[in-house]
């Protein structure tokens, strides 16, 4: 492959500004909602961006495209202040609090009503009933009276027969006629739960996506889209298959079970969940935390207000889930901090990423904003003690000098060279937006020699593109390969792709990184012509696991766009870190103890890895070599596939010791799959010569491992 490193203001011949993309890409909200097979495009007169993402092949999977949350939503659900005990009186004082409070003009929209608003009564036409001493005038009148208010009307139902409070408030053998009841009676947006399907022991996957296709019969009927909210907690790995399905879906279980209390780990435990999978956020299709606890029981404000930036810079539905109509001048500060929100609704719709943990429990997330050089980073600290927290401008993609803009003082803080360090409260974040400059990006050109061309896939001439060609006929079995795309650490990256999509309508293709579960991405149209084209670009997020990785852009049964180039930060020697190195862990230059075991894994980097390390099971790498002495990032690439029948597990706990010395613990978020390899950055000590760096845990299982890098 060729790469070569280009500056980032370096301009294209006809192509799109990002001020032009992102209004074409939004100026035009659906009024009805929209279907599209992965492979072929279905698309209405006029399209927004849709970047469609799912860790599985989709020979025959439809994606979701209503255009009802062109960003993540934002709004205020029942469950977590009332649970079941909830009427009109309810639901209708909550929607004027909306109002009074000012958060409807923060972008709080949505007034949802969460389950126990129906008992599951049915007439003998299968229509559902209600109790009208409890609503009077029905569930009509009662999204009349939200719509009032200008805001916009939830519901809840399950996939089964029965809801997550026991009741009977289920759709199952009813999805088309209660789909398109919740229209008729204008609702604008549905949480469909899965405890009814866990307990008829149901497909998630098949039952969503038969609701999907529910809900578009019912907004082809009545003209009224719907959005769709996924609430089957990662048991099933809806990050594969919920965007093609939903515009949200749970990635864990309920963040609390305490009406209107909260725990400060549990809120770590839903932000860490939700992290894991950052390839699959993209427009319309959203990672969900859950309904937030800001301003509940048992955390406090310090807490509350690191709530919220955690969801926020997570990209997550904001649903406030407290007590509105009596919540404290506090907690409607946090919830309407427009600087906070605005990193939530950016609408490149990404997904932080965490850039560095110099000591356990310190942590820097960074998430790339629309606009040339602006980030939003959040400076997070799980202990128990006030500490500094430094955010290294390389760890962020920038370089030089940066200004930055404190997110919760609402005060400029000036301009600060290559980094910037906060004093952070225990349990506390530091929010900040940083605006500078982008060093150089590595270009990998399509047409170079080294790419992959094969089933039809051809070099044609482009004169508005980088390098005056382009590789086009990709789709209908072209494909494209990118090879020795290289990444400056092993994790999710942030990658462009510059492209020309002449057609009116959008084009899809199936992007995947060294060969994991392809992500199927749309490119809407570029304008111009095939014979005169216009280059667009979409971000989406990669997993750049190995040294040197892959790109593949393919369609079954319809075409791509043309690829022009991709852009990502240089690796190998040109990295901003220097080179990495990688050390398998079934290397047989490492050590293995107790129970510890080599096994079978054909998703890890070597096609294995060390399994049953804990519980006696120990795992060291030996002759960890490294130039120079002091702090080194080291990336572990595991496996933890715990999961329960209501969410995914939550913690494996590893002791790692470096060269014999006193062990610190480091926690594993739950994978949800033990098929999926995810990576964890963090610092560590290492003298300069060999090092050996040992895992074990003397009471429980920590994770599989794949490998580690180090530099």
């Given at each position: ?12 011949p006809?192509?799109?500004s990002?001020g032009?993309?992102q209004?074409?890409?939004c ?7 929209v279907l599209r097979i992965?492979v072929?495009?279905?698309i209405?007169t006029s399209i927004c961006l849709i970047?469609?993402?799912s860790n599985?092949?989709l020979?025959?999977a439809y994606?979701l495209?209503n255009?009802q ?5 934002m709004?205020?659900?029942?469950w977590n202040?009332y ?13 004027d609090?909306?109002?009074s ?5 923060a972008g709080y929209?949505?007034v ?11 007439d003998?036409n299968?229509?559902?009933t ?5 609503w009077?005038?029905g569930?009509q009148a ?5 719509h ?10 399950d996939a089964?027969t ?5 009741t009977n ?6 999805y088309d006629?209660d789909m398109l009841?919740f229209?008729q ?5 549905v949480k469909v739960d899965?405890?009814?399907g866990v ?7 098949t039952q969503?996506a038969q609701i ?5 019969k019912a907004t082809?009927?009545t003209?009224?889209?719907m959005g769709?909210?996924i609430c089957e907690?990662?048991v099933?790995?809806?990050?594969n298959?919920g965007?093609?399905?939903?515009n949200s879906?749970r ?5 609390s079970?305490s ?6 780990n549990?809120?770590?435990k839903n932000?860490?969940a939700g992290?894991?999978?950052?390839d699959a956020?993209s ?5 969900d ?6 301003g ?6 310090t807490?509350?207000q690191a709530h919220?930036s955690l969801w926020?810079?997570a990209?997550?539905?904001?649903l406030?889930?407290n ?5 404290s001048?506090t ?7 427009s600087?906070?929100i605005a990193?939530?609704?950016d609408p490149?719709d ?6 560095s943990?110099?000591s ?6 960074s998430?790339v ?6 980030r939003a980073v959040a400076?997070?600290?799980r202990?128990g003690?006030?500490?500094?927290i ?10 030089g000098s940066?200004?930055?803009r ?5 005060t400029n803080?000036?301009s600060?060279?290559?980094?910037y360090?906060a004093s952070?409260?225990?349990?506390g974040?530091?929010m900040?937006?940083?605006?500078g ?10 047409e170079a020699s080294?790419?992959t061309?094969?089933g039809?896939a051809?070099?044609q001439?482009?004169?508005s593109?980088s390098?005056s060609k382009?590789?086009g006929?990709i ?7 990118l090879?020795n795309?290289?990444?400056?650490f092993?994790?999710p990256?942030?990658v462009?792709i510059y492209y020309?999509n ?9 992007v995947s990184?060294?060969g994991r579960?392809?992500v199927?991405?749309?490119?809407p149209?570029t304008?111009?012509?095939?014979s005169?084209?216009?280059v667009?670009s979409v971000k989406i997020?990669?997993?750049l696991?190995g040294?040197n990785n892959?790109?593949?852009f393919?369609?079954?049964?319809a ?6 180039t ?12 220097g080179?990495f190195?990688?050390?398998?862990a079934?290397?047989a230059?490492?050590?293995?103890g107790?129970g510890?075991?080599?096994?079978t894994c ?10 049953y390390?804990?519980?006696?099971g ?5 002759n960890?070599?490294m130039?120079?002495a002091?702090s080194?990032k080291?990336?572990?690439s595991y496996i ?11 913690y ?5 010791s470096i060269?014999?010395g006193a062990?610190f613990a480091?926690s594993?978020?739950?994978?949800g ?14 003298k300069a ?9 003397g009471s429980?299982y920590?994770?599989d491992?794949d490998?580690?890098d180090v530099?």
């Open positions: 492959m060729h790469e070569e490193t280009i500056s980032p203001e370096q301009h294209y006809q192509r799109i990002p032009q993309y209004q074409a890409r100026s035009t909200r659906w009024s009805a909602l992965s072929v495009a279905v209405l970047s469609m993402v599985q092949k020979p025959s994606a495209a255009g949350e062109m960003t993540p939503v709004g205020w659900s029942s202040a649970f079941a005990n909830i009427n009109a009186s309810v639901i209708e004082k909550a929607a609090a909306v109002v409070s000012g958060m409807k003009a929209q949505y949802n009503t969460d389950e126990g608003w129906w008992s599951g009564t049915r003998g299968g229509n559902i209600v109790d009208q001493s409890k009077p005038g569930m009662l999204a009349s009276y939200i009032s208010k200008g805001l916009k009307a939830g519901i809840y139902t089964g029965n809801g997550c409070g026991g408030q289920g759709s199952y053998n009813h006629q009841q229209e009676w204008g609702f604008d947006y899965w405890c009814g307990n008829l022991g149901l497909n998630p996957a969503y999907r296709d529910s809900i578009a082809a009927q003209g009224h889209p769709f909210s907690w990662g099933a790995d809806p990050w298959w965007p093609a399905s939903g879906w990635v864990s279980n309920d963040i079970f009406q209107g209390n909260v725990a400060w549990d809120i770590l932000f860490d992290m894991l999978h950052p956020q427009l319309e299709s959203y990672n935390l859950d309904m937030m606890e800001v509940a029981g048992g955390i406090s404000t807490e509350s919220f926020a810079i990209g997550a539905p904001l406030a889930g007590t509105i109509t009596t919540m001048s907690t409607k500060s946090i919830l309407t901090n600087d906070v990193v939530d609704q490149l990404l997904q932080a990423i965490k850039v943990e110099p356990v429990g310190l942590q820097v997330w998430k904003l629309s606009g040339s050089g602006q400076l997070l600290n202990t003690s006030t500490a500094n430094t955010v290294n401008w390389n760890d962020i993609d920038l370089k940066a200004s930055i404190d997110l919760w003082a609402h803080l000036g600060f060279s290559n980094s360090t952070v409260p225990a349990h974040v530091v900040l937006k940083i605006s400059t982008e060093p150089a990006i590595a270009n990998y050109e399509a080294s790419s061309l094969s039809g051809l070099v001439s482009c004169a593109c390098g382009n590789v006929h789709g209908n079995g072209g494909v494209l390969q090879n795309v290289q990444t400056k092993p994790g990256q942030v462009t020309v002449a057609d009116s309508g959008a084009r899809t293709a199936i990184a060294d579960p392809g199927a991405v749309v490119f149209s304008g111009g012509s095939w005169n084209p216009v667009g997020t990669a997993y696991t040294r892959t790109l593949q393919s369609n079954s049964s075409w791509g766009p043309d690829i022009d991709v852009t990502a930060q240089p690796g190998g020697t040109n990295s901003i870190y080179n190195a990688t050390y398998e079934e290397s230059s490492n050590t293995l107790g510890a075991v080599v096994q054909t998703s890890c980097s070597g096609g294995k890895n060390v399994g390390v804990g519980k006696g120990t795992l060291q790498f030996n960890v070599n130039s120079s002091g080194h080291l990336s572990i933890d596939g715990d999961t329960s029948t209501y969410g995914i597990g939550t494996r706990t590893a002791n790692i060269n014999g062990s480091v594993f978020a739950a994978t799959d033990w098929n999926e390899v995810v990576t964890l950055n963090i610092s560590v000590n290492l010569g060999n090092n050996t760096i040992a895992f074990s845990n429980a920590t994770p491992f490998k580690i530099v």
